[in-house]
């Protein structure tokens, strides 16, 4: 044992990450955000926290969203998971997410990039408000490609 390895101890090994999935973005054919997501009146408060509270004049705004296959979903297991800025916002609905997920899947892909449409958070008084609602920009019908 040389005076270097007693003071400093054996020299550590390298560590290993393991190459992350790939992640493509979904190719935009239209300007339009055709595809809505559903269940995102269950995280509104992620959604607040990506667009801030309700004004009086609401949100419109355009993000990133992840869509992440979610294969042991207990509800569907072709779930496609909707997420902002690292946040879950929602799901695809179930006969897109069953498409979508496919051409994920035979695309080798475990997570997609696409444009999204964040719109409402408008409140004109103490009980009158408008919950957040996302759309994609991911074609509703024929293929998905990625890029």
């Known amino acids: 044992m040389s005076v270097l390895s007693w003071l400093f101890g ?6 290993v990450v393991s190459p992350a999935p790939a992640v493509k973005r979904v190719v935009r054919t239209t300007k339009s955000f055709g595809m809505e997501v559903v269940g995102e009146s ?3 408060d992620a959604l607040i926290a990506i667009c801030g509270k309700h004004t009086r004049l609401g949100y419109d705004g355009e993000h990133e969203a992840m869509l992440v296959l ?3 979903n207990a509800y ?14 929602g799901y695809l609905p179930r006969e897109q ?4 997920g ?5 695309a080798g ?18 009980y009158d408000e408008g919950h ?15 890029a």
Request: hydrophobic share 35%; proline share 7%.
């Open 132 to 146: 957040y609602g996302v759309r994609l920009a991911v074609p509703v019908r024929g293929d998905v490609s990625f």
């Open 70 to 72: 979610e294969p042991s």
């Open 109 to 126: 892909i475990e997570r997609a990039i696409c444009d999204a449409r964040v719109q409402g958070g408008w409140r004109t008084n103490q």
């Open 42 to 44: 269950n995280y509104q």
């Open 97 to 100: 997410a069953k498409r979508v």
């Open 76 to 89: 569907d297991p072709n779930a496609v998971m909707v997420t902002i800025e690292g946040r879950r916002v």
């Open 102 to 106: 496919t051409a994920m899947r035979s």
């Open 10 to 15: 054996k020299p550590k090994a390298p560590v």
